[in-house]
């Protein structure tokens, strides 16, 4: 599907009906990365809308003229203005979507009724872990092009055979569609002017999950994060590095069940 905000038209994709989860991805993939780890999450809700967009200069999404991160929430904005409305939803963002999904929970606080963060990208990262591999029981070599088989081996601290089929569905069909220039462009004003959350506390019920391994963002800035969001639950997952919601799916599908289950709490005024 296609929503033109601001001019730009968001390419995403829409799955169920009733309340509106939105879900955005990390940096140099699309939507599928993310549909692939949420949906077998998310799926199994009753009432539950799930949208996906492609972040600009990715997926189907254009960056167009936009040149900082100010330009991409506005963007957001707009898009969830038009595609949502008015009402409240639920936001869950991978690393660069989960830094802008702090901002726009610190923008729309009252529309945000929950906020799910994984592997945030951390404006102040810090203590960052050298990449290795934990585990490996699948060879790439032969399966994958030599140039493919160098990002799973970059990205991924658990290789398997589960995580190489999750890499060839859902992340390797973006890596060809990414606009280097346009992120290049929007990199160079990567920070907010007014900061990820506005200067704002968001009080609504939010969990932030990072791995232990994740050379990418790291474990320990995201700490500081706590500081916002006092109804946070805050984990450190082992054997986890920045694909974690491939490599524990298994915790990734309780912790976040538990965290709707805050949401809904929070919803019909059962923790007030």
Known sequence: MEYKALGIPVHYVEH?????????????????????????????????RRLYPDLPGMGHTPAGTLDSADDVLDLLLAFIDGVIGDGQFRLIGHSAGAYYARAIAGRRAEQVAGLALICPLDENARNL???????ASVDPRGTLAPADEGVFRDYFVVQTQATMER??????????LVDEAGLERIGQHWLFSAGPEGGTTYS??????????????????????LEHYPRATFAVLDRAGHALPHEQPGLTKALITEWLDRVRERRFGADS
């Open 16 to 48: 169920g009906k009733g309340v509106p989860i939105l879900v955005l991805h990390g940096a140099g993939v699309d939507h599928r990365e993310m549909v692939g780890a949420m949906e077998p999450i998310l799926s199994e809700l009753a009432d539950c």
């Open 129 to 135: 872990p050298a990449h290795q591999i934990l585990h």
């Open 167 to 176: 890499y060839k569905d859902y992340v390797l069909p973006a890596l060809g």
């Open 204 to 225: 609504g019920p939010v969990l932030i999950v990072t791995g232990r391994q994740d050379s990418v963002v790291g474990y320990a800035a995201q700490w500081d994060l």
